[in-house]
């Protein structure tokens, strides 16, 4: 059921922006991409969507491919509070795919 | 905290009781979602309702497994009979009914099976 693939684990130095890779290339011409992410014993959290054009939140920015078969999340200027599971997700019909997402280690 | 609230954040029970969850969405939404999550794994989709209606299951689940909405705005979940496998954090969403629009998540059940 999963339609999108993230490396498993990634570091960024504290300060340095953060960019996570999502590589969804089944993706249809209608079908937005969502990123969030889950800091332990918490739910997930609702960071930023798009269809096709870029995005950029207080949160983060998300640039996407113009053929909409990848796409990226960037944290400008990563804090240690940043360090979470980040989840990129096709929406199919109603449901959300979450796969198991990308840990992200902000270093000191 | 206007945010989607579940009750109650633990919950402990031993194997063959019956256990339920209560969600509250943001005052507003209209459709609200649960999701089951396990150990190193991604929430996973179990139903979700469009007002009071239940529109759509997983086939995770199973006929243990109960949930509702009566009027439209809070939500529970019942789980009979439970086992082991059931051990899992419960996840309460809602959004708005546009349906490109995010889900808001709670902060999860966790359920512990003795």
Known sequence: DAKTTQPPSMDCAEGRAANLPCNHST???NE???????????GPQYIIHGLKNNETNEMASLIITEDRKSSTLILPHATLRDTAVYYCIVRSGNQFYFGTGT?????? | DTGVSQDPRHKITKRGQNVTFRCDPISEHNRLYWYRQTLGQGPEFLTYFQNEAQLEKSRLLSDRFSAERPKGSFSTLEIQRTEQGDSAMYLCASSLFDSNQPQHFGDGTRLSIL
Do not use: A, C, D, K
Not at chain 1, 32 to 42: D, F, M
Not at chain 1, 103 to 108: D, F, H, M, Q, R
């Open chain 1, 27 to 29: 993706i249809s011409g």
């Open chain 1, 32 to 42: 937005y991409v969502y990123w969030y992410r889950q800091i332990h014993s918490q």
């Open chain 1, 103 to 108: 840990s992200l280690t902000v270093i000191p």
